[in-house]
């Protein structure tokens, strides 16, 4: 069984020297170095063309992320998710107090809100 590497449009060191939106034509244009893209394994599925000074990606990626973020459905369900995410930080900040932390240290902190992320949930399940 022969199995098709799906490579994505952006190579995947995502090293892009410059990028450019066109109002006008509504695409995004980005540059890289055209060493990169020359030993990528995708660069037979790859939609970025290796010139002599630069490899070119021309997309209209924005005007579909654009497209997708209008549509109410998605909206809705995005607001609804962000929502639900907010509260749940609120809640442990105000019931748990870690809005400022006593502490220092990154292992200490991680430890500390990780306790009381424990804490949150079992007051949920209770």
Known sequence: MKTTRRCS????????????????????IAWFAPHVCKECP???QC???IQKKKALLKTLL????RKELADPEFRREATSKR???????????RGQGAGKLSIRGQI???LVMGFKTIAHNFQQVA
């Not at 449009?9 to 995004?28: A, I, M, S």
Request: glycine share 4%.
């Open 83 to 93: 929502a639900a995410i907010e509260g749940t930080i609120s809640a442990i900040k």
């Open 47 to 49: 939609p970025v063309k």
């Open 42 to 44: 995708c660069k037979e």
């Open 108 to 110: 200490k902190r991680t």
């Open 9 to 28: 449009p952006v190579p995947k060191t995502r090293l892009c020297v410059h990028t450019f939106f066109n109002e006008g034509k509504d695409e995004l």
């Open 62 to 65: 924005a005007a579909e992320i």
